[in-house]
Protein backbone atom coordinates (compact mmCIF):
# COMPACT_ATOMS: atom_id res chain seq x y z
CA UNK A 1 0.00 0.00 0.00
CA UNK A 2 1.32 3.28 -1.03
CA UNK A 3 1.76 6.20 1.70
CA UNK A 4 0.17 9.13 0.89
CA UNK A 5 1.92 12.80 -0.35
CA UNK A 6 3.83 13.57 2.54
CA UNK A 7 3.44 17.60 2.96
CA UNK A 8 6.36 18.98 5.08
CA UNK A 9 5.67 22.45 5.81
CA UNK A 10 7.66 25.47 7.60
CA UNK A 11 8.59 29.22 7.37
CA UNK A 12 11.96 30.90 6.29
CA UNK A 13 12.49 34.46 6.62
CA UNK A 14 14.03 35.52 3.24
CA UNK A 15 13.41 37.96 0.90
CA UNK A 16 10.18 36.27 -1.59
CA UNK A 17 12.11 38.03 -4.53
CA UNK A 18 15.53 36.32 -4.03
CA UNK A 19 14.60 32.45 -2.58
CA UNK A 20 15.80 29.97 -4.89
CA UNK A 21 12.19 27.62 -5.04
CA UNK A 22 10.38 25.55 -8.04
CA UNK A 23 7.66 27.81 -7.64
CA UNK A 24 6.83 31.36 -5.60
CA UNK A 25 3.07 31.74 -5.15
CA UNK A 26 1.45 35.37 -4.36
CA UNK A 27 -1.66 36.78 -4.94
CA UNK A 28 -3.58 39.35 -6.87
CA UNK A 29 -7.29 40.31 -6.48
CA UNK A 30 -9.72 40.94 -9.31
CA UNK A 31 -10.80 44.42 -8.29
CA UNK A 32 -7.54 46.13 -7.05
CA UNK A 33 -5.56 48.27 -9.61
CA UNK A 34 -2.01 48.58 -9.41
CA UNK A 35 0.29 46.19 -8.33
CA UNK A 36 1.12 46.03 -4.43
CA UNK A 37 4.75 46.47 -3.25
CA UNK A 38 5.64 42.90 -3.47
CA UNK A 39 4.26 42.51 -6.92
CA UNK A 40 5.56 45.37 -8.74
CA UNK A 41 9.21 44.29 -7.79
CA UNK A 42 8.57 40.85 -9.09
CA UNK A 43 7.52 42.56 -12.45
CA UNK A 44 9.87 44.53 -12.59
CA UNK A 45 12.50 42.25 -12.72
CA UNK A 46 10.67 40.08 -14.70
CA UNK A 47 10.36 43.33 -17.15
CA UNK A 48 6.88 43.71 -16.80
CA UNK A 49 6.03 39.89 -17.48
CA UNK A 50 3.35 40.00 -14.91
CA UNK A 51 1.27 43.04 -16.29
CA UNK A 52 1.73 42.04 -19.69
CA UNK A 53 -0.06 38.88 -18.86
CA UNK A 54 -2.33 41.26 -16.98
CA UNK A 55 -2.89 43.58 -19.87
CA UNK A 56 -3.58 41.19 -22.35
CA UNK A 57 -6.36 39.72 -20.17
CA UNK A 58 -4.84 36.64 -19.48
CA UNK A 59 -5.45 36.48 -15.73
CA UNK A 60 -8.08 38.57 -14.09
CA UNK A 61 -7.77 37.68 -10.03
CA UNK A 62 -10.56 35.26 -10.47
CA UNK A 63 -10.94 33.39 -7.02
CA UNK A 64 -9.60 29.52 -8.01
CA UNK A 65 -7.78 30.82 -11.46
CA UNK A 66 -4.01 30.62 -11.40
CA UNK A 67 -1.07 31.58 -14.05
CA UNK A 68 2.46 30.70 -14.29
CA UNK A 69 5.03 33.00 -15.79
CA UNK A 70 8.76 30.94 -16.53
CA UNK A 71 11.11 33.36 -14.81
CA UNK A 72 14.42 33.02 -16.62
CA UNK A 73 16.36 33.17 -13.77
CA UNK A 74 15.20 36.85 -13.76
CA UNK A 75 14.41 36.37 -10.16
CA UNK A 76 15.37 33.49 -7.86
CA UNK A 77 12.32 31.25 -8.20
CA UNK A 78 11.93 29.31 -11.70
CA UNK A 79 8.23 29.82 -11.82
CA UNK A 80 6.12 32.56 -10.45
CA UNK A 81 2.57 31.83 -9.85
CA UNK A 82 -0.07 34.29 -9.73
CA UNK A 83 -3.34 33.46 -7.66
CA UNK A 84 -6.27 34.78 -8.09
CA UNK A 85 -8.21 36.19 -5.10
CA UNK A 86 -11.45 37.43 -6.30
CA UNK A 87 -12.48 40.78 -5.18
CA UNK A 88 -11.05 42.16 -2.39
CA UNK A 89 -13.84 43.51 -0.40
CA UNK A 90 -15.07 40.45 0.16
CA UNK A 91 -12.13 38.40 1.45
CA UNK A 92 -11.79 36.01 4.25
CA UNK A 93 -9.40 34.31 5.95
CA UNK A 94 -10.73 31.25 3.12
CA UNK A 95 -9.52 33.26 0.53
CA UNK A 96 -6.09 32.84 1.72
CA UNK A 97 -6.48 28.95 2.40
CA UNK A 98 -7.70 28.45 -0.48
CA UNK A 99 -5.23 30.34 -2.49
CA UNK A 100 -2.70 28.29 -0.72
CA UNK A 101 -4.52 25.16 -1.62
CA UNK A 102 -4.68 26.47 -4.93
CA UNK A 103 -0.74 26.49 -5.45
CA UNK A 104 -0.39 23.43 -3.74
CA UNK A 105 -2.75 21.01 -5.71
CA UNK A 106 -1.51 22.85 -9.04
CA UNK A 107 2.05 21.90 -7.56
CA UNK A 108 0.93 17.99 -7.44
CA UNK A 109 -0.78 17.94 -10.29
CA UNK A 110 2.69 18.82 -12.04
CA UNK A 111 4.73 17.22 -10.37
CA UNK A 112 6.64 20.65 -9.02
CA UNK A 113 8.17 19.71 -5.69
CA UNK A 114 8.74 22.61 -3.75
CA UNK A 115 6.68 25.14 -3.32
CA UNK A 116 7.04 29.20 -1.33
CA UNK A 117 3.97 30.53 -0.61
CA UNK A 118 3.88 34.47 -0.02
CA UNK A 119 0.31 34.83 -0.17
CA UNK A 120 -0.48 36.36 3.03
CA UNK A 121 1.52 40.01 1.17
CA UNK A 122 -1.63 41.29 -0.59
CA UNK A 123 -4.08 41.49 1.71
CA UNK A 124 -1.80 43.70 3.79
CA UNK A 125 -3.08 44.08 7.49
CA UNK A 126 -6.26 42.51 7.10
CA UNK A 127 -6.09 39.59 8.71
CA UNK A 128 -3.47 39.12 11.45
CA UNK A 129 -0.42 37.25 9.94
CA UNK A 130 -0.69 33.97 12.57
CA UNK A 131 -4.22 33.47 11.31
CA UNK A 132 -2.96 34.08 7.64
CA UNK A 133 0.03 31.57 8.61
CA UNK A 134 -3.01 29.27 10.32
CA UNK A 135 -4.48 29.45 6.80
CA UNK A 136 -1.76 29.01 4.15
CA UNK A 137 -0.72 25.69 6.16
CA UNK A 138 -4.18 24.31 6.02
CA UNK A 139 -4.80 25.26 2.45
CA UNK A 140 -1.30 23.22 1.62
CA UNK A 141 -2.28 20.35 3.22
CA UNK A 142 -5.87 20.52 1.89
CA UNK A 143 -4.82 21.39 -1.66
CA UNK A 144 -2.09 18.97 -1.55
CA UNK A 145 -4.12 16.01 -0.64
CA UNK A 146 -4.80 12.85 -2.76
CA UNK A 147 -5.75 9.15 -1.86
CA UNK A 148 -4.03 6.55 -3.85
CA UNK A 149 -3.05 4.32 -1.23
CA UNK A 150 -4.08 1.08 -2.89
CA UNK A 151 -3.35 2.82 -7.24
CA UNK A 152 -0.36 0.16 -8.18
CA UNK A 153 -0.57 1.43 -11.57
CA UNK A 154 -0.45 4.55 -12.69
CA UNK A 155 0.89 6.19 -15.81
CA UNK A 156 2.31 8.79 -14.06
CA UNK A 157 4.79 9.20 -11.20
CA UNK A 158 3.28 11.74 -8.65
CA UNK A 159 5.31 13.27 -6.07
CA UNK A 160 6.66 11.48 -2.60
CA UNK A 161 6.60 14.79 -0.96
CA UNK A 162 5.75 18.27 -1.29
CA UNK A 163 7.78 21.22 0.49
CA UNK A 164 5.98 24.26 0.98
CA UNK A 165 7.11 27.16 2.62
CA UNK A 166 5.93 30.38 3.96
CA UNK A 167 8.30 33.05 3.21
CA UNK A 168 8.73 36.82 4.39
CA UNK A 169 11.32 38.80 4.22
CA UNK A 170 10.91 40.85 7.52
CA UNK A 171 11.83 38.76 10.84
CA UNK A 172 8.95 39.74 12.87
CA UNK A 173 6.85 39.13 10.51
CA UNK A 174 8.07 35.62 10.05
CA UNK A 175 7.92 34.47 13.51
CA UNK A 176 4.33 36.11 13.58
CA UNK A 177 3.47 33.61 10.54
CA UNK A 178 5.37 30.79 12.10
CA UNK A 179 3.33 30.51 15.06
CA UNK A 180 0.18 30.32 12.80
CA UNK A 181 1.68 27.95 10.53
CA UNK A 182 2.77 25.62 13.74
CA UNK A 183 -1.08 25.58 14.40
CA UNK A 184 -1.98 24.78 10.94
CA UNK A 185 0.28 22.41 10.13
CA UNK A 186 -0.95 20.35 13.43
CA UNK A 187 -4.21 20.86 12.18
CA UNK A 188 -3.73 20.46 8.17
CA UNK A 189 -2.23 17.42 9.30
CA UNK A 190 -5.41 15.78 11.06
CA UNK A 191 -7.72 16.69 8.21
CA UNK A 192 -5.45 14.71 5.80
CA UNK A 193 -5.71 11.62 8.75
CA UNK A 194 -9.49 12.12 8.57
CA UNK A 195 -9.51 11.85 5.06
CA UNK A 196 -7.19 9.03 4.19
CA UNK A 197 -9.51 7.08 7.50
CA UNK A 198 -12.77 8.09 5.97
CA UNK A 199 -11.54 7.57 2.10
CA UNK A 200 -10.94 3.97 3.27
CA UNK A 201 -13.23 1.46 1.75
CA UNK A 202 -15.70 -0.22 4.33
CA UNK A 203 -13.71 -3.80 3.84
CA UNK A 204 -10.80 -2.32 4.96
CA UNK A 205 -12.33 -0.22 7.97
CA UNK A 206 -14.68 -2.16 10.08
CA UNK A 207 -15.92 -0.89 13.50
CA UNK A 208 -13.61 -2.92 14.76
CA UNK A 209 -10.78 -1.44 12.76
CA UNK A 210 -11.83 1.93 13.75
CA UNK A 211 -11.38 1.10 16.98
CA UNK A 212 -8.22 -0.13 16.68
CA UNK A 213 -6.79 3.14 14.76
CA UNK A 214 -7.89 5.01 17.27
CA UNK A 215 -5.97 2.90 19.97
CA UNK A 216 -2.93 3.04 18.10
CA UNK A 217 -3.40 6.84 17.62
CA UNK A 218 -3.36 7.38 21.35
CA UNK A 219 -0.85 4.48 22.39
CA UNK A 220 2.27 6.99 23.19
CA UNK A 221 0.17 10.03 24.39
CA UNK A 222 -0.08 11.58 27.61
CA UNK A 223 -2.98 13.48 27.15
CA UNK A 224 -5.15 11.15 25.21
CA UNK A 225 -6.56 8.15 26.35
CA UNK A 226 -8.69 5.89 24.56
CA UNK A 227 -11.40 2.91 25.68
CA UNK A 228 -13.24 0.83 23.83
CA UNK A 229 -16.66 -0.76 24.49
CA UNK A 230 -16.98 -4.18 22.36
CA UNK A 231 -20.83 -5.71 21.12
CA UNK A 232 -20.09 -7.56 24.45
CA UNK A 233 -20.07 -4.63 26.54
CA UNK A 234 -22.76 -3.30 24.74
CA UNK A 235 -25.06 -5.44 25.83
CA UNK A 236 -24.57 -5.22 29.02
CA UNK A 237 -24.49 -1.59 29.08
CA UNK A 238 -27.77 -1.41 26.95
CA UNK A 239 -27.01 0.24 24.09
CA UNK A 240 -29.75 -1.06 22.59
CA UNK A 241 -29.68 1.11 19.86
CA UNK A 242 -25.77 0.82 18.81
CA UNK A 243 -26.56 -2.94 19.09
CA UNK A 244 -29.75 -3.05 16.85
CA UNK A 245 -27.92 -1.18 14.32
CA UNK A 246 -25.06 -3.67 14.13
CA UNK A 247 -27.30 -6.60 14.29
CA UNK A 248 -26.86 -7.51 10.67
CA UNK A 249 -23.25 -7.51 9.85
CA UNK A 250 -20.34 -9.98 10.72
CA UNK A 251 -18.61 -6.79 11.65
CA UNK A 252 -19.63 -6.32 14.96
CA UNK A 253 -20.48 -2.33 16.70
CA UNK A 254 -18.07 -0.54 19.09
CA UNK A 255 -18.59 2.24 20.85
CA UNK A 256 -15.52 4.27 20.83
CA UNK A 257 -14.48 6.59 23.82
CA UNK A 258 -11.13 9.33 24.15
CA UNK A 259 -10.63 11.56 26.43
CA UNK A 260 -8.11 14.51 26.04
CA UNK A 261 -7.44 15.86 29.27
CA UNK A 262 -4.23 18.68 29.06
CA UNK A 263 -2.62 17.01 32.24
CA UNK A 264 -2.01 14.18 31.10
CA UNK A 265 -3.79 10.17 31.44
CA UNK A 266 -1.03 9.97 34.09
CA UNK A 267 -0.75 12.52 36.22
CA UNK A 268 -2.45 11.15 39.17
CA UNK A 269 -3.83 13.15 41.95
CA UNK A 270 -2.69 13.35 45.19
CA UNK A 271 -4.92 11.02 47.39
CA UNK A 272 -7.17 12.81 50.16
CA UNK A 273 -6.72 11.70 54.08
CA UNK A 274 -10.11 10.35 53.53
CA UNK A 275 -10.03 8.01 51.01
CA UNK A 276 -11.21 7.94 47.50
CA UNK A 277 -9.73 10.12 44.57
CA UNK A 278 -10.66 13.72 43.58
CA UNK A 279 -9.77 15.40 40.60
CA UNK A 280 -7.19 18.24 40.81
CA UNK A 281 -8.75 21.83 41.59
CA UNK A 282 -7.84 23.52 38.24
CA UNK A 283 -8.83 20.99 35.67
CA UNK A 284 -12.07 20.08 37.54
CA UNK A 285 -13.18 23.27 36.79
CA UNK A 286 -12.71 23.42 32.86
CA UNK A 287 -15.75 23.09 31.11
CA UNK A 288 -16.37 19.31 29.79
CA UNK A 289 -16.92 19.12 26.16
CA UNK A 290 -18.32 15.78 24.38
CA UNK A 291 -18.26 15.55 20.81
CA UNK A 292 -19.98 12.86 19.12
CA UNK A 293 -19.64 11.55 15.70
CA UNK A 294 -21.26 8.93 13.55
CA UNK A 295 -18.87 6.67 12.39
CA UNK A 296 -21.48 3.91 10.09
CA UNK A 297 -18.13 2.30 8.34
CA UNK A 298 -20.74 1.13 5.63
CA UNK A 299 -24.97 2.39 5.13
CA UNK A 300 -26.64 -0.01 2.62
CA UNK A 301 -29.70 0.87 4.38
CA UNK A 302 -30.43 -2.34 5.77
CA UNK A 303 -33.66 -4.44 5.62
CA UNK A 304 -34.68 -0.67 3.66
CA UNK A 305 -32.26 -1.28 1.42
CA UNK A 306 -30.86 1.71 -0.77
CA UNK A 307 -30.92 1.80 -4.46
CA UNK A 308 -27.78 0.64 -5.98
CA UNK A 309 -26.84 3.88 -7.31
CA UNK A 310 -24.01 5.45 -5.40
CA UNK A 311 -24.44 2.92 -2.91
CA UNK A 312 -20.45 3.12 -2.54
CA UNK A 313 -20.26 6.51 -1.29
CA UNK A 314 -21.70 5.23 2.08
CA UNK A 315 -18.42 4.35 2.79
CA UNK A 316 -18.17 7.71 4.08
CA UNK A 317 -21.16 7.23 6.48
CA UNK A 318 -17.96 7.46 9.08
CA UNK A 319 -17.22 11.03 8.17
CA UNK A 320 -18.38 12.53 11.44
CA UNK A 321 -17.18 9.87 14.02
CA UNK A 322 -13.66 10.24 11.70
CA UNK A 323 -13.67 13.72 12.21
CA UNK A 324 -14.19 13.74 16.07
CA UNK A 325 -11.10 10.91 15.95
CA UNK A 326 -8.83 13.56 14.16
CA UNK A 327 -10.33 16.92 15.82
CA UNK A 328 -9.21 14.92 19.11
CA UNK A 329 -5.92 14.14 17.37
CA UNK A 330 -5.79 17.81 16.95
CA UNK A 331 -6.54 18.71 20.51
CA UNK A 332 -3.55 16.57 21.78
CA UNK A 333 -1.26 18.31 19.70
CA UNK A 334 -2.29 21.75 20.28
CA UNK A 335 -2.83 21.06 23.74
CA UNK A 336 -5.56 23.57 24.91
CA UNK A 337 -7.01 23.59 28.54
CA UNK A 338 -10.38 21.90 28.35
CA UNK A 339 -11.89 18.60 28.71
CA UNK A 340 -13.01 17.06 26.12
CA UNK A 341 -14.19 13.30 25.56
CA UNK A 342 -14.46 12.22 21.62
CA UNK A 343 -17.37 9.53 21.69
CA UNK A 344 -17.65 7.65 18.26
CA UNK A 345 -20.37 4.69 18.29
CA UNK A 346 -19.73 2.90 14.98
CA UNK A 347 -21.24 0.00 13.35
CA UNK A 348 -22.41 -1.31 9.76
CA UNK A 349 -25.62 -1.11 8.52
CA UNK A 350 -26.12 -4.39 6.25
CA UNK A 351 -29.54 -6.89 5.91
CA UNK A 352 -29.34 -9.96 6.97
CA UNK A 353 -30.88 -12.68 8.85
CA UNK A 354 -30.23 -11.00 11.89
CA UNK A 355 -30.31 -7.30 11.38
CA UNK A 356 -33.02 -5.51 12.93
CA UNK A 357 -36.12 -4.66 10.96
CA UNK A 358 -38.59 -2.35 10.07
CA UNK A 359 -41.43 -2.49 13.26
CA UNK A 360 -38.93 -3.64 15.82
CA UNK A 361 -38.66 -1.62 19.37
CA UNK A 362 -35.74 -1.17 20.66
CA UNK A 363 -34.69 0.26 24.76
CA UNK A 364 -31.82 2.88 24.08
CA UNK A 365 -29.26 3.45 26.51
CA UNK A 366 -31.51 6.28 27.69
CA UNK A 367 -34.32 3.86 28.87
CA UNK A 368 -36.40 5.81 26.09
CA UNK A 369 -38.03 2.74 23.67
CA UNK A 370 -37.89 3.44 20.03
CA UNK A 371 -39.95 2.13 17.00
CA UNK A 372 -38.08 1.43 14.02
CA UNK A 373 -39.91 2.61 10.83
CA UNK A 374 -36.75 2.54 8.41
CA UNK A 375 -33.56 0.84 9.13
CA UNK A 376 -31.82 3.45 7.08
CA UNK A 377 -32.34 5.96 9.36
CA UNK A 378 -29.92 4.56 11.61
CA UNK A 379 -27.96 7.43 12.13
CA UNK A 380 -30.14 8.69 15.34
CA UNK A 381 -30.78 5.27 16.50
CA UNK A 382 -26.49 5.19 17.32
CA UNK A 383 -26.04 8.47 17.86
CA UNK A 384 -28.96 8.52 20.35
CA UNK A 385 -27.24 6.32 22.46
CA UNK A 386 -24.03 8.29 22.56
CA UNK A 387 -25.18 11.31 23.58
CA UNK A 388 -27.06 9.55 26.10
CA UNK A 389 -23.31 8.16 27.16
CA UNK A 390 -22.57 12.21 26.79
CA UNK A 391 -25.18 13.25 29.53
CA UNK A 392 -24.32 10.07 31.59
CA UNK A 393 -20.86 11.40 32.08
CA UNK A 394 -21.85 14.71 33.04
CA UNK A 395 -20.61 16.68 29.94
CA UNK A 396 -21.67 20.73 29.55
CA UNK A 397 -21.79 21.06 26.05
CA UNK A 398 -22.36 17.87 23.45
CA UNK A 399 -21.66 18.63 19.86
CA UNK A 400 -22.72 16.01 17.35
CA UNK A 401 -21.59 15.94 14.50
CA UNK A 402 -23.48 13.28 11.25
CA UNK A 403 -24.19 12.38 7.90
CA UNK A 404 -27.24 12.14 9.41
CA UNK A 405 -29.84 13.18 6.21
CA UNK A 406 -30.43 13.24 2.45
CA UNK A 407 -32.83 16.07 2.84
CA UNK A 408 -30.56 18.32 4.77
CA UNK A 409 -28.72 18.10 1.49
CA UNK A 410 -31.69 18.77 -0.76
CA UNK A 411 -32.31 21.82 2.04
CA UNK A 412 -28.01 23.25 1.62
CA UNK A 413 -26.77 21.80 -0.96
CA UNK A 414 -23.22 20.67 -1.09
CA UNK A 415 -22.06 23.50 -0.03
CA UNK A 416 -22.59 24.08 4.23
CA UNK A 417 -23.55 21.83 6.76
CA UNK A 418 -26.69 22.22 8.96
CA UNK A 419 -26.70 23.75 12.60
CA UNK A 420 -29.70 23.22 14.85
CA UNK A 421 -28.99 23.47 18.61
CA UNK A 422 -30.78 24.47 21.88
CA UNK A 423 -28.12 27.31 22.77
CA UNK A 424 -27.82 30.56 20.97
CA UNK A 425 -23.98 31.37 22.50
CA UNK A 426 -22.85 27.83 21.05
CA UNK A 427 -24.66 28.23 18.21
CA UNK A 428 -22.87 32.04 17.48
CA UNK A 429 -19.90 30.52 18.49
CA UNK A 430 -19.67 27.81 15.72
CA UNK A 431 -21.21 30.09 13.24
CA UNK A 432 -18.04 31.77 13.94
CA UNK A 433 -15.75 29.54 14.02
CA UNK A 434 -17.20 28.46 10.62
CA UNK A 435 -16.32 31.84 9.03
CA UNK A 436 -12.84 31.49 10.52
CA UNK A 437 -12.08 27.69 9.49
CA UNK A 438 -13.94 27.90 6.15
CA UNK A 439 -16.40 25.07 6.82
CA UNK A 440 -19.36 26.76 6.40
CA UNK A 441 -22.63 25.83 8.69
CA UNK A 442 -26.30 27.35 8.06
CA UNK A 443 -28.82 27.66 10.88
CA UNK A 444 -32.07 25.21 11.06
CA UNK A 445 -34.68 24.76 13.38
CA UNK A 446 -35.29 21.36 15.51
CA UNK A 447 -38.07 23.10 17.55
CA UNK A 448 -41.60 21.35 18.88
CA UNK A 449 -43.37 20.59 16.12
CA UNK A 450 -40.73 18.33 14.39
CA UNK A 451 -40.25 16.20 17.76
CA UNK A 452 -43.97 15.74 17.87
CA UNK A 453 -43.60 14.08 14.52
CA UNK A 454 -41.44 11.49 16.42
CA UNK A 455 -43.69 10.14 18.75
CA UNK A 456 -44.61 6.95 18.36
CA UNK A 457 -48.28 4.95 19.42
CA UNK A 458 -46.53 1.82 20.56
CA UNK A 459 -43.45 3.33 21.77
CA UNK A 460 -42.09 6.58 23.12
CA UNK A 461 -40.34 7.94 19.81
CA UNK A 462 -40.29 6.48 16.11
CA UNK A 463 -36.97 6.75 13.92
CA UNK A 464 -38.99 8.78 11.14
CA UNK A 465 -40.92 11.67 10.48
CA UNK A 466 -43.59 12.55 7.73
CA UNK A 467 -42.34 12.97 3.97
CA UNK A 468 -41.21 16.89 5.09
CA UNK A 469 -38.31 18.57 6.95
CA UNK A 470 -36.66 15.45 7.34
CA UNK A 471 -33.13 16.80 8.40
CA UNK A 472 -35.16 19.02 11.37
CA UNK A 473 -36.96 15.93 12.28
CA UNK A 474 -33.91 13.77 12.78
CA UNK A 475 -32.27 16.72 14.43
CA UNK A 476 -35.45 17.13 17.07
CA UNK A 477 -35.42 13.22 17.56
CA UNK A 478 -31.81 13.74 19.19
CA UNK A 479 -32.36 16.55 20.46
CA UNK A 480 -34.42 14.14 22.92
CA UNK A 481 -31.40 12.53 24.37
CA UNK A 482 -29.07 15.62 25.64
CA UNK A 483 -31.20 16.41 28.82
CA UNK A 484 -29.65 19.88 30.25
CA UNK A 485 -26.74 20.01 28.59
CA UNK A 486 -26.01 22.70 26.09
CA UNK A 487 -25.93 20.78 22.43
CA UNK A 488 -25.30 21.76 18.92
CA UNK A 489 -25.43 19.65 15.64
CA UNK A 490 -24.08 19.08 12.21
CA UNK A 491 -25.61 17.70 9.70
CA UNK A 492 -22.82 16.87 7.09
CA UNK A 493 -24.68 15.13 4.67
CA UNK A 494 -23.50 16.75 1.38
CA UNK A 495 -20.02 18.54 2.48
CA UNK A 496 -18.65 15.37 3.52
CA UNK A 497 -17.36 14.44 0.01
CA UNK A 498 -16.44 16.32 -3.08
CA UNK A 499 -18.06 14.22 -5.95
CA UNK A 500 -15.38 15.31 -8.22
CA UNK A 501 -11.66 17.07 -7.97
CA UNK A 502 -11.96 21.16 -7.38
CA UNK A 503 -9.15 23.73 -7.70
CA UNK A 504 -8.58 23.64 -4.62
CA UNK A 505 -8.54 19.41 -3.91
CA UNK A 506 -8.73 16.39 -4.99
CA UNK A 507 -12.23 14.21 -5.42
CA UNK A 508 -13.31 11.97 -2.60
CA UNK A 509 -13.32 12.75 1.23
CA UNK A 510 -13.30 16.24 2.11
CA UNK A 511 -12.19 16.10 5.82
CA UNK A 512 -15.21 18.34 6.80
CA UNK A 513 -15.27 19.01 10.83
CA UNK A 514 -12.12 18.85 11.69
CA UNK A 515 -10.96 22.49 10.95
CA UNK A 516 -14.48 23.53 12.65
CA UNK A 517 -14.43 22.08 15.74
CA UNK A 518 -10.89 22.39 16.37
CA UNK A 519 -11.16 26.32 15.68
CA UNK A 520 -14.43 26.22 18.10
CA UNK A 521 -12.50 24.35 20.41
CA UNK A 522 -9.27 26.73 20.60
CA UNK A 523 -11.69 29.85 20.25
CA UNK A 524 -13.17 28.28 23.27
CA UNK A 525 -10.18 28.15 25.51
CA UNK A 526 -8.89 31.04 24.70
CA UNK A 527 -11.75 33.03 25.78
CA UNK A 528 -12.14 30.73 29.06
CA UNK A 529 -16.14 29.94 28.13
N1 LIG B 1 -26.31 8.25 5.80
C1 LIG B 1 -27.61 8.59 5.36
C2 LIG B 1 -27.75 10.07 4.98
C3 LIG B 1 -26.97 10.51 3.76
C4 LIG B 1 -27.57 10.49 2.53
C5 LIG B 1 -25.70 10.99 3.88
C6 LIG B 1 -26.88 10.93 1.42
C7 LIG B 1 -24.98 11.44 2.78
C8 LIG B 1 -25.59 11.40 1.54
C9 LIG B 1 -28.62 8.32 6.47
O1 LIG B 1 -28.34 7.24 7.29
C10 LIG B 1 -29.92 8.02 5.83
O2 LIG B 1 -30.01 7.05 5.14
N2 LIG B 1 -30.91 8.85 6.09
C11 LIG B 1 -32.20 8.67 5.56
C12 LIG B 1 -33.20 9.03 6.64
C13 LIG B 1 -34.61 8.69 6.30
C14 LIG B 1 -34.80 7.20 6.19
C15 LIG B 1 -35.49 9.27 7.37
C16 LIG B 1 -32.36 9.57 4.35
O3 LIG B 1 -31.79 10.66 4.34
O4 LIG B 1 -33.01 9.15 3.40
MN1 LIG C 1 -29.09 5.42 6.46
ZN1 LIG D 1 -26.36 6.71 7.42
Known sequence: MKEIINVEMRTRQADPDKIGTDLLAVGLFSDVKGLDKLNAELNRNLDGAMERLITLGDFKGKEGTNAIIYSDSKIGAKRLMLVGLGEKKKATLDTVRKAAANAANKAVATNIPSVSLALHRAFGGRFDLSAMGRAMAEGAYFGGYRYDEYVTESEQPRLESLKVEVVDAEPAKTRELDAGVANGVIIGLAQSYARTLTNRPANVISPAELAATAKELTRNMKNLSCTVLDDEQLAAQGMGGLLAVGSGSGNKPRLIVLRYNPAGKTAISPRPRGGGTSATGAEAKLPKIALVG????????????????????????????????????????????????????????????????????????????????????????????????????????????????????????????????????????????????????????????????????????????????????????????????????????????????????????????????????MELASKGS
Open 294 to 521: KAITFDSGGISIKPAADMDEMKLDKTGGIAVLSTMKALAELKPALNVLGIIPSAENLPSGTSYRPGDIITTYSGKTVEVLNTDAEGRMILCDALAYAVKQKCDIIIDIATLTGACMVALGTYMAGLFGNDEKLLKQLQRAAEESGEKVWPMPSTDEYAAEMKSKIADLKNIGSKWGGACTGAAFLRQFVGDAKWAHLDIAGVDIFKTATEYTAEGSSGFGVRLLTTYL
